[in-house]
């Protein structure tokens, strides 16, 4: 996907994900985050998007905590989610392409980084949000959705932090249905998954061996699903369901 695309569906989800939080009110529950009202998914949004934005303008070139959230009245933290998305979007839209700037996950550059991480972010906290609101979750295009599973994938899983481990090796598909060449096999043991693309026109070892376990459907259930916020019986699952209970108690960011 182009930076272009990743900072379009960042301004529209962050536009929904504030919309739906002013609708369902500060004291909604978030259903993926039990322990979280919608004042306090508000909050950790507006930080991060703060947080990348200074990344951004500033080339920050090493890791720092994102900055604290000041104290608002709950009529006041829309708004300043909105100030706050309102400027991470534009400072994506202006900042040059040879940006240089600290990142923590594979990316052809720092600004495809920042994009793709803050659309990925805000998307999936849309969803909460919308969720929170018992509302129909917007659909999001199967490109978008199939590029988030393979950086949860590639990125996120594939560091000594993912807890997604078995004694045993065992080896996991996953297919999106409607995204072409949205393919990957999960090689899991008690070291970190390593996982490879697998499509069928892939030069890939593993795109024609059986796995333990195959999960299918489409791009954005099985993103929703991976990232804990759908249940995964939308999908079609096939051989040793271990597996997916394994990612849902242990899958967690």
Not at 20 to 26: L, R, S, T
Not at 73 to 94: K, N, Q, T, Y
Not at 144 to 171: K, N
Request: aromatic share 6%.
């Amino acid at each position: 996907m182009e930076i272009t695309e990743f900072v379009e569906t960042l301004r529209l989800d962050g536009g929904l994900l504030a919309d739906a939080a002013q609708e369902a009110g500060p004291d909604a529950r978030i259903p993926a985050c039990p322990d979280w009202q919608m004042r306090d998914l508000v909050t950790h949004v507006g930080q991060v998007h703060r947080w990348a934005t200074e990344f951004v303008t500033q080339g920050v070139q090493q890791p720092s905590r994102p900055p604290e959230a000041p104290d608002l009245a709950d009529d006041e933290l829309v708004p300043w989610l909105r100030e706050g998305h309102h400027h991470l979007v534009l400072a994506l839209h202006s900042a040059p392409q040879d940006l240089s700037a600290w990142t923590f996950l594979p990316a052809p550059s720092p600004l495809a980084f920042w994009a793709r991480r803050q659309a990925h972010e805000t998307s999936v906290h849309r969803a909460d949000a919308q969720q929170a609101l018992g509302a129909s979750l917007t659909p999001l295009p199967s490109a978008f959705a199939a590029d988030g599973i393979d950086e949860l994938l590639t990125g996120f899983h594939a560091g000594d932090r993912s807890r997604v481990r078995t004694d045993v090796p065992r080896t996991l598909r996953l297919r999106a249905v409607n995204a072409p060449g949205a393919d990957w096999t999960v090689h899991l043991s008690d070291a970190p998954p390593q996982t490879v693309r697998t499509a069928p026109d892939a030069d890939a070892p593993d795109a024609e061996k059986p796995a333990d376990c195959t999960i299918e459907g489409p791009a954005e259930e099985l993103y929703l699903a991976l990232w804990n916020r759908l249940p995964w019986d939308a999908l079609t699952i096939t051989g040793d369901e271990t597996l997916p209970r394994l990612w849902q108690e242990r899958g967690g960011v």
